[in-house]
């Protein structure tokens, strides 16, 4: 199999549970990975020998890979520790144009707390949100509500005359100053066809704030 090599000082998402923690590579040889300790919030993740880690990888021209590494060991080079990886495997890339996101104003309608056990149908309490970023993969929104992390949503997004139906599930909460809580949501169970109308969305704000630059 040919060697997929990466890149020194290139980006790295590891995906962890529900969070996205960053990290960045620091030395790439023939036998290990060498990467920063990966960090979210000020937390940083404490991973064990032999445990297999889920990594995206923003090589330093415009793509984008998904593969995974197992823990070597945990060093410390010149009192910063880092964590030695196994060469990467599983390697896929990844289409870019669905992680492209864009910031954006506008208020999401008919947004709720999906009830699974209820098929949905437990809470019918419909809240109105602002919507402050959006890609094909998720969106980040700003709420008066308070939700916890994991709930899973649905809402609408509208598209000029048509509304998106979309579930999502809330892997972030921030609080701001106004005491507002702001949601990273991951969508989930979002078919080929959904999915390409909100990348559709996502590219015509980009056309749109082009033109008024």
Not at 12 to 39: A, F, H, M, R, T
Not at 104 to 131: C, F, P, R, S, W
Not at 142 to 158: F, Y
Request: aromatic share 8%; glycine share 6%; net charge positive.
């Amino acid at each position: 199999m040919k060697k997929f090599d990466v890149v020194i000082n290139s980006k790295l998402d590891v995906k962890w549970g529900s969070e996205i923690y960053k990290s960045i590579v620091q030395d790439s040889n023939n036998k290990n990975l060498l990467i920063s300790i990966p960090v979210v919030g000020g937390v940083y993740l404490t991973l064990k020998i032999g445990e297999e880690i889920d990594l995206i990888y923003y090589d330093n021209r415009i793509n984008i890979f998904n593969f995974k590494c197992r823990v070597i060991n945990r060093i410390i080079e010149n009192n910063i520790p880092y964590y030695s990886m196994t060469l990467p495997y599983d390697v896929i890339k990844i289409q870019r144009r669905n992680y492209v996101r864009v910031d954006t104003v506008q208020v999401i309608k008919h947004i709720k707390k999906y009830d699974e056990e209820m098929n949905g149908q437990g809470n019918n309490k419909i809240y109105n949100a602002l919507l402050l970023d959006l890609s094909g993969g998720g969106m980040r929104i700003k709420l008066r509500e308070k939700l916890t992390k994991s709930d899973i949503i649905i809402a609408k997004i509208c598209s000029e005359n048509e509304e998106i139906p979309i579930k999502g599930e809330i892997v972030r909460v921030d609080i701001t100053d106004d005491k507002r809580y702001i949601y990273g949501i991951t969508f989930c169970e979002l078919d080929n066809m959904t999915r390409e109308k909100i990348i559709g969305i996502v590219f015509k704000i980009m056309r749109k704030q082009r033109e008024l630059q």
